[in-house]
């Protein structure tokens, strides 16, 4: 399996601020995958990040409010910019282990970011 | 939404005993996973099955699919403490974009 980490694992960010995280994987892999867990819910997509392209955002998610990079196989960001309340999330990136239509998908730790 | 949804919500048993838990989804699918979330931390993949297959063991898991009830179920036997946590099915659909759709997950309590 994928060994995926996150940073930073939580923070604690004002109104009105950016925050960017980074999600780092062990080895290399086509498709990686940005997820928003709000509050005591399940898990959205906010966007799949493919090296080389644009990342694919799904609906409600823009890329002026979270623009993201890929800027190679083992590596993405995901920015939360211009941040309010309503983002307190955790935030999970994930790939898609032995290549695209093989299935499995490994999750990295979550970054919890609380917004004041 | 095409999220799925998953019954019960919540389940609360004591340990030894076995935890059902299912799932639904609205559309077809090449894969079903099962993920384990322990407060609010990463998720933990534990199975996938496959959309031609029906069942599927992993230690003490056992997941069943129907495609044509557009169902599956987790059962974990002999349940201990340590497998209080949140459980999520997610499917990945046949557009070959690979993303999940996660399901609304089953809140499982073990008391010792």
């Known amino acids: 399996s994928a060994v995926i980490s996150q940073k930073p694992s939580r923070d604690i960010c004002q109104r009105g601020t950016s925050l960017t995280i980074q999600c780092q994987v062990d080895?290399?892999?086509?498709?990686m995958f940005w997820y928003r867990q709000q509050p005591g819910q399940s898990l959205t997509l906010i966007a799949t990040a493919n090296q080389g392209s644009e990342a694919t955002y799904e609906s409600g998610f823009v890329i002026d409010k979270f623009p993201i990079s890929r800027p190679n196989l083992t590596f993405s960001t995901l920015t939360v910019s211009n941040m309010s309340p309503e983002d307190s999330s955790i935030y999970l990136c994930?790939?898609?282990?032995?290549?695209?239509?093989?299935?499995?998908?490994?999750f990295g730790p979550g970054t919890r970011l609380t917004v004041l | 939404s095409q999220q799925g949804e998953e019954d019960p919500q919540a389940l609360s048993i004591q340990e030894g005993e076995n935890a059902t838990m299912n799932c639904s989804y609205k559309t077809s699918i090449n894969n079903l996973q099962w993920y384990r979330q322990n407060s609010g931390r990463g998720l933990v993949h534990l199975i996938l099955?496959?959309?031609?297959?029906r069942e599927k063991h992993s230690g003490r898991l056992r997941v069943t699919l129907d495609t044509s009830k557009k169902s599956s179920s987790l059962l974990i036997t002999a349940s201990r403490a340590a497998d209080t946590a949140s459980y999520f099915c997610a499917t990945d659909g046949m557009d070959s974009s690979y993303k999940l759709i996660f399901g609304s997950g089953t809140r499982l309590l073990v008391r010792p």
């Open positions: 080895s290399q892999v086509t498709m």
């Open positions: 994930s790939v898609d282990w032995a290549g695209p239509g093989h299935g499995t998908q490994y």
């Open positions: 099955i496959r959309s031609n297959e």
